[in-house]
């Protein structure tokens, strides 16, 4: 019986010091940026096909999702465009304000000049639909941990 006590006191001693030996986990605050990704065509062809053109991209984002509204902020994109595709970051230094995204209705509309120097031609208006994550983040208490 003396040997099953030892080994059982050993065992516990074993894990408290995995425990202690463990790195302690610690979040990282995700980037406030998030990605846009288009396609651009003109007169029915992608744009920058087949040799890549670099154009000029006035992103708005707007109060509500239809037209109207409350202009928020704006950022100048320049980007390269082949085979009409391109993808880039908005608002990665929070050009669009600190309450710009408060859980009401946003769209983008969007202002290109391809080549540069072109004039500025609207794209029209985009609704910025949530992601799954964002909209249950209010039922998950809103804040980021960990449990064991």
């Known amino acids: 019986m003396q040997s099953g006590k030892s080994l059982g006191s050993g065992l516990a001693s074993l894990a408290v010091g995995f425990w202690a030996a463990t790195p302690a986990v ?32 006035n992103v708005g984002l707007w109060m509500g ?10 950022q100048l994109v320049q980007k390269e465009v082949k085979n ?7 608002d990665k230094l929070g ?20 080549p540069v120097g072109e004039p500025l031609v609207s794209m029209g208006r985009q ?15 809103g804040g980021i941990g960990c449990c064991l």
């Open 95 to 114: 050009q669009f304000g600190p309450s710009a995204f408060d859980g009401e209705a946003r769209s983008l509309e969007i202002q290109v000049n391809c």
């Open 26 to 57: 610690v979040a990282e605050p995700v980037e406030k940026a998030f990605m846009y990704q288009g396609q651009l065509k003109k007169d029915g062809a992608p744009v920058g096909s087949p040799n890549s053109v670099t154009c000029d991209l």
């Open 65 to 74: 999702a239809g037209p109207g509204g409350t202009e928020l902020g704006t």
């Open 127 to 141: 609704e910025i639909s949530p992601t799954p994550y964002a909209l249950r983040a209010e039922e998950a208490g």
């Open 84 to 90: 009409g595709l391109s993808t880039f970051k908005l």
